[in-house]
């Protein structure tokens, strides 16, 4: 727990559509594309090279079954995963966190273009990201009780 981490507050609870014991599955508030979240350990670890080994492999398993969920739920055909660690790289919330961005055919103007769309936003913390579009607080609560109840069905 870092009481000046985005990701340990109670705000990201709020859009938190899936968890288990470690990790929770949330919507990210500006979006890169429909379905754009983010596997979060509950417990604060800055990067994967701190995740205890049982943790990284639950993680992963997490992380493929949220994928799927999602991949189904927005009729994607594709997805991108990616993890920044470290500030070199481009991570800005010391806080690991996984993105997953489904895709589809055309959604941007090319296949990689997402990666610079994901790098403005890590510019800032994603929280508080003024890159990009953000949800307003309504619109976030809806996608994710909306993605909660179809996750309970799965
Ligand atoms: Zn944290």
């Not at 607080?137 to 069905?153: G, K, P, V, Y």
Request: some cysteine.
């Amino acid at each position: 727990m870092n009481k000046n981490c985005p990701f340990c507050a109670e705000p990201i609870r709020e859009a938190t559509f899936a968890e288990n014991d470690h990790f929770f599955a949330a919507y990210n508030i500006a979006p890169i594309l429909p379905g754009h979240s983010m596997i979060i350990p509950k417990k604060h670890y800055c990067g994967i090279n701190e995740l205890p080994e049982e943790l990284l492999m639950e993680m992963i398993v997490f992380a493929r079954m949220i994928t799927h969920f999602l991949t189904e739920y927005y009729h994607s055909t594709g997805f991108d995963w990616s993890i920044q660690e470290g500030e070199d790289a481009g991570q800005s919330v010391e806080h690991l966190h996984w993105h997953i961005i489904p895709r589809r055919k055309h959604d941007l103007k090319t296949p990689g273009a997402w990666y610079s769309k994901l790098q403005n936003s890590e510019n800032e913390p994603v929280i508080d990201s003024h890159a990009r579009k953000k949800l307003t607080s309504e619109e976030l609560q809806r996608i994710t009780d909306e993605l909660r109840e179809a996750f309970m069905t799965v």
